[in-house]
C-alpha cells in the first residue's frame, strides 16, 4: 500500500511579475511577426523556456554586433543593464525594447539618487549576476559588490554610503550585512531593494518549509533565486531536492515523506511545476491537500 502524504504547492511558486512581463514581451513581438527576436543574455534561466523560445526564433546574444540580422527586435531583460551598456545598445539603429523590471528599475533609481549626492553604494549580491553587474552601472564607479557580513567587515571606511540589496537577496543576509557596513561609515543609508514578490515567496517557505520533511525546489540548476530558494530551505526542512523537471525526483525521498511543500524559482514555468506535482502525487496516488497553485 501507498504512503499518504500531505501535498503543498506554494501558491508563489512560479514565474514572479518581472519575469512574466519579459516573456510575455517577446511573445508579443514574435506573435506581431517582428522577427528575429534577440534577447541581451538569456531571457531567463530555464532551459524548458529558451527551448521554446528558440524554436520561436527568439535567442539570446551578449551584444548588438552579434546580431546576425539587423532587422530583428534587440529587448532587454528583467535583470536590466547598465546605462552605458544602454547607450550602446540604442546606437545599434536596431530597434530596441526595454522589458527591465520595473522593481529593479526601481533598485536602479535608488542606486542613482543616493551616487549623484556622493554616497558610495554596496549591493549585497552576487556580483556575478547580470542584474548587480547592470546595478553597478548606476553607481558612478563607487560601487563595490560584498556576498554577506564576512566580506563586508573587509570594506574600508566611507564618508556616505548606501546599502542597496539585488532583488532576490535573503531579507537576514541583507540586514546582517548592513549592520556590518554601518560600522564602516559616518553616514550609513539603508535602502531594502528585495522586490515584495521575492520577499512574499521568503516568507510563505519559510511558514512551509519548516513544518515539511520534503521539500522540493523546482527550477534551474543555473538560476541563482531558485538555487537561493533551495538554500534556505536546506536551513528549514530536513530534506530538500532541488530538481528541473519531475525526471529527476528521488522516488524513495518522496515515498518516504509525510508532509511534502513544492516551491520553485522566479524563473520555473507553472508548466514544469505542475508535472513536478503531478509526479509526487502519481508516487503517493494521492490529491492536492491544503493550499495549492491550482485555486
Ligand atoms: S525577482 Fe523581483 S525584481 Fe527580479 S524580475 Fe522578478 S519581480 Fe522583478
Known amino acids: 500500500m501507498k504512503n499518504q502524504a500531505d501535498v503543498i504547492v506554494a501558491k508563489r511558486a512560479g514565474f514572479c511579475p518581472g519575469v512574466k512581463g519579459a516573456i510575455e514581451k517577446v511573445l508579443e513581438l514574435e506573435a506581431a511577426g517582428k522577427k528575429p527576436v534577440y534577447t541581451i543574455g538569456p531571457l531567463i534561466h530555464n532551459k524548458q523556456v529558451t527551448d521554446m523560445l528558440a524554436a520561436k526564433q527568439i535567442s539570446a546574444i551578449n551584444t548588438p554586433d552579434e546580431a546576425t540580422d539587423k532587422s530583428g527586435v534587440l529587448v532587454i531583460r528583467a535583470h536590466g543593464i547598465t546605462p552605458q551598456f544602454q547607450t550602446q545598445v540604442q546606437a545599434s539603429g536596431m530597434e530596441v525594447v526595454d522589458a527591465t523590471c520595473p522593481l529593479v528599475k526601481h533598485a536602479?533609481?535608488?542606486?542613482?539618487?543616493?551616487?549623484?549626492?556622493?554616497?558610495?553604494?554596496?549591493?549585497?549580491?552576487?556580483?556575478?549576476?547580470?542584474?548587480?553587474?547592470?546595478?553597478?552601472?548606476?553607481?558612478h564607479g563607487q560601487g563595490v559588490v560584498v556576498s554577506g557580513p564576512e566580506e563586508a567587515a573587509k570594506l574600508p571606511y566611507f564618508?556616505?554610503?548606501?546599502?542597496?540589496?539585488?532583488?532576490?537577496?535573503?531579507?537576514?543576509?541583507?540586514?546582517?550585512?548592513?549592520?556590518?557596513v554601518k560600522k564602516h561609515a559616518a553616514v550609513c543609508q539603508i535602502s531594502n531593494t528585495i522586490c515584495q514578490p521575492t520577499k512574499d515567496r521568503q516568507k510563505e517557505t519559510i511558514e512551509q518549509a519548516q513544518h515539511a520533511d520534503l521539500v522540493i525546489v523546482v527550477g534551474g540548476k543555473h538560476s541563482a533565486n531558485t538555487t537561493r530558494l533551495a538554500l534556505l530551505c536546506k536551513g528549514l526542512a530536513p530534506a530538500v531536492q532541488h530538481v528541473e523537471t519531475e525526471t529527476e525526483l528521488e522516488e524513495d525521498l518522496v515515498k518516504k515523506a509525510t508532509r511534502i511543500f513544492i516551491t520553485a524559482g522566479a524563473s520555473t514555468p507553472d508548466w514544469v511545476i505542475d508535472r513536478v506535482a503531478a509526479r509526487v502525487r502519481e508516487m503517493h496516488a494521492v490529491g492536492i491537500k491544503g493550499e495549492s497553485n491550482d485555486d
Open 108 to 139: 536602479q533609481n535608488i542606486i542613482e539618487k543616493f551616487a549623484r549626492e556622493g554616497y558610495h553604494t554596496v549591493i549585497v549580491g552576487d556580483g556575478d549576476h547580470a542584474e548587480v553587474i547592470g546595478l553597478m552601472g548606476y553607481t
Open 159 to 180: 564618508d556616505k554610503v548606501n546599502v542597496v540589496s539585488q532583488t532576490t537577496q535573503k531579507e537576514s543576509v541583507f540586514y546582517a550585512t548592513a549592520e556590518e
